[in-house]
């Protein structure tokens, strides 16, 4: 058997590479090693391990999806906690993901002040945000993990899931901002943050909320 070192492996911009067989603990010696500061993003479900390196346009369009969510949320005046793209994990159900993006909402207040999380004992986040994701493997582990609320970003197009008795379904409407049309605006600002450039936008967007308010 020929072992090799995490750092000898490189994964380009754009690629992912996937290991079979990973037993719990290895996972989690490759959490360890790999360390909380990396571009790299990981998934495990079930003993299949996915290593993903975004592209910069995955890094655009995953930072400005969050600074919408962010002014919706500031606007319509709903506390929240942002935790970014933790590790959320559970040895139990074998999964682990790390979201692009992600939120406590409903279950804001549980998680204040919390700097780890252990999923036996916390909720999962209220809303988990992925940019081009296409592996079931993530899929898999977010209904496993139950998280509420799943939106996908691929090719333009906004994808709200919505969990129902283990499973997600697909919804034309956000349960956690059910009046506003979240499919089209979300997609429609984050293609203006291209053309126009991410500040207008995001103050365009702001604007934009608050006319709904009044």
């Keep these: 058997m ?6 000898q492996l490189s994964v380009p911009p754009g690629h992912r590479v996937m290991f079979h067989d990973v037993t719990w603990q290895e996972f989690e010696a490759i959490l360890t090693e790999l360390g909380e500061h990396r571009a790299a993003r ?14 910069p346009k ?4 995953k930072v400005i999806i969050g600074d919408l969510v962010k002014i919706l949320l500031e606007e319509l005046e709903i506390d929240c906690e942002a935790f970014g793209s933790t590790t959320f994990k559970r040895e139990d159900m074998a ?3 790390e979201p692009d993006d992600s939120f406590y909402i409903q279950n804001h207040v549980k998680m204040i002040g919390k700097e780890r999380i252990d999923l036996k004992v916390d909720p999962p986040p209220d809303l988990a ?7 079931k493997t993530q899929l898999d582990a977010y209904e496993a993990l139950k ?8 090719d333009g197009k906004l994808e709200i899931n919505i969990l129902r008795d283990g499973k997600y379904i697909q919804s034309e409407i956000s349960p956690i901002f059910p009046n506003l049309p ?4 979300i997609s429609q600002f984050v293609e203006q943050s291209r ?12 604007q934009w909320v608050k006319q709904q308010i009044s």
């Design 195 to 206: 053309n126009i450039g991410r500040s207008p936008a995001l103050r365009a967007f702001r």
């Design 129 to 135: 945000i992925e940019v081009d994701v296409t592996s």
């Design 42 to 55: 990981l998934a495990y479900s079930q003993g299949t391990l996915e290593i993903r390196m975004p592209l």
């Design 58 to 61: 995955h890094e655009k369009a």
């Design 182 to 185: 979240i499919l089209q605006v």
């Design 147 to 154: 998280v509420p609320e799943l939106w996908k970003y691929e």
């Design 2 to 7: 020929v072992t090799l070192q995490l750092r």
């Design 95 to 97: 999964q682990g993901v």
